[in-house]
Every structure is written in structure tokens, then in C-alpha cells.
């Protein structure tokens, strides 16, 4: 099985920036794809951002121009950079990765979350 533990959520002022890390661990064959989910109050889960192991990325909309999805191979982490941040952004992040524990046994595998806040 695959284990996802995020770290870097919190508090923050609107405008102000936060670094999210999640690293996976546990029987990893491959990994195809690695990303960051967020659901706000009341809301449906949606895509934030991903970037496959080629390191082609795709963002939301939303967050275009200011968040940034990066990760590191070797250490099987992804980030998740957040600039500008606005109250829109609040919500509960969730780490996503597509990855094969075997040859053959391919999964989705979730993250915890973490509470993102923003203040206006």
C-alpha cells in the first residue's frame, strides 16, 4: 500500500504565500501522476493542480499565475507553492497520487488533508 503524509497547511493573511509537501511511502512500483486536490465548505472536491512524472503540469483556472505544483522524483514528494493567496482559496487540501504498488496493481491514493485558511 501507498501512504501520503502532507505537510504545510495553515493560517494566512490574503496575499500572503504557504508551502504545501506530501510524501509518499510504503510498496511503490511507479509513480504516474501526483497532484493536490482542495474542498471548501459546502463544496464539491476539485482539482488544484497535477503534474505527472513526465513533468507536465495543469492547473485550475483559479490558480493559474499562482500556485505552482513541482515534485521530487527520488523523494517521491510533490509541492504545492501558494503566492497571492485570497479567501477563495480556504479550504481543506488533499494530496492525490496515481501510482502502482506493483507491476500490475495500479491505485488512487489520497492524502489525509490539510486546513488551508485564508483571512481577508
Known amino acids: 500500500q501507498v501512504q501520503l503524509v502532507e505537510s504545510g497547511g495553515g493560517l494566512v493573511q490574503a496575499g500572503g504565500s504557504l508551502r504545501l509537501s506530501c510524501a509518499a511511502s510504503?510498496?511503490?512500483?511507479?509513480?504516474?501522476?501526483m497532484g493536490w486536490y482542495r474542498q471548501a465548505p459546502g463544496k464539491q472536491r476539485e482539482l488544484v493542480a497535477i503534474i505527472t512524472n513526465g513533468g507536465n503540469t495543469n492547473y485550475a483556472d483559479s490558480v493559474k499565475g499562482r500556485f505552482t505544483i513541482s515534485a521530487d522524483n527520488a523523494k517521491n514528494t510533490v509541492y504545492l507553492q501558494m503566492n497571492s493567496l485570497k479567501p477563495e482559496d480556504t479550504g481543506v487540501y488533499y494530496c492525490?497520487?496515481?501510482?502502482?504498488?506493483?507491476?500490475?496493481?495500479?491505485?488512487?491514493?489520497w492524502g489525509q488533508g490539510t486546513q488551508v485558511t485564508v483571512s481577508s
Open positions: 510504503g510498496t511503490i512500483f511507479s509513480i504516474h501522476a
Open positions: 492525490n497520487v496515481q501510482a502502482k504498488a506493483t507491476v500490475i496493481l495500479r491505485g488512487t491514493y
